[in-house]
Each structure stands twice: as C-alpha cells, then as structure tokens.
C-alpha cells in the first residue's frame, strides 16, 4: 500500500505543475475583469419568423441632374522665394523644348523633301525604262526586216 501511495504521490507531484491553472483560485479578481451582470439572452424570433415579407423596392432613382461644370481652379500662387537655382533649371528645360520642337519641325521637313525627290526619281526612272523598251521593240522590229543572213534564217 506504500508504494502505491508513492506512486499516486509522485505522479500528482508531477501533474500538478502541469495543471495548475486548474487547481489554483482566484480570491479577488483584476477591476477590470469583475462580475458583471450576466450576459443578455438573444432575443426570441418574431412570432411570423425572422423574414414574413420581402424588403419593399428601393424608390426610384431622381432624375439626373445636369452637369455643370465648375470653373477651374486658380493656380496656385508662385512660392514667396524661389531659389535662383530652380529659376535657372526652368529657363534651361524651357530653352530645350523649344529648341527640340524647331528640331522635329526640320526633321519633318526634311522627310517631306526627301519623299518628294524620292517619287520624282522613281517617276524619271519608269518615263526611262519605257523609252529603253520602246527602242528595244523598235530595233528587234528593224532586225525582223532585215535580211543579213548569217547563216540561219529560214529556207
């Protein structure tokens, strides 16, 4: 009987730390935490339940209004100092699109130029090659017409 009185001890010796939130109690409770009273109980349905009848339609939408559109906003007034540094790098930016826009204006210029020579040329060249084959025509018609023989024409 002793040694199951050393076993029982010896295992609830070990349990007990394990479990002792169960076994210790709380005499006074945090503020914070104290009884209140107990919770409401959820209210019971409605004797008809919880949906008798459906949503009445939501009322019809209000004729849209027109559209008017506010002005603009003033823009906003210029800082009180504008270090000359900043002012600088805006002339310089302002300098440079505009030196990029005379850029793309002779660009396109120049392409227009070139387009124009381009189909000028190819005209010239087609007006050439129709002369060269109407030459070409013309002599293969006189070399018909001649009789030089050399040897192979038909007997």
Do not use: Y
Not at 42 to 63: D, M, V
Not at 65 to 90: F, K, M, S
């Amino acid at each position: 009987m002793n040694r199951t009185f050393a076993r029982m001890w010896s295992v609830a010796a070990i349990a007990a730390p394990l479990v002792a939130g169960c076994m210790v109690r709380v005499h006074n409770p945090p503020p914070g935490h104290a009884a209140g009273p107990p919770p409401a109980q959820p209210a019971p349905p409605p004797s008809s339940g919880w949906r008798s009848s459906p949503p009445p339609p939501p009322p019809p939408a209000p004729p849209p209004a027109r559209a008017v559109e506010a002005p603009p906003p003033p823009p906003a007034p210029p800082p009180a100092h504008v270090p000359p540094g900043q002012l600088r790098r805006d002339q310089v930016h302002q300098r440079n699109e505009e030196r990029k826009a005379e850029h793309e204006a002779d660009k396109a210029e120049r392409k227009a130029d070139k387009a124009a020579d381009k189909a000028e040329r190819r005209e010239d060249k087609a007006e050439r090659k129709e002369e060269k084959l109407a030459e070409k025509a013309e002599r293969k018609l006189d070399k018909k017409g001649d009789d030089h023989g050399r040897g192979h024409g038909k007997k």
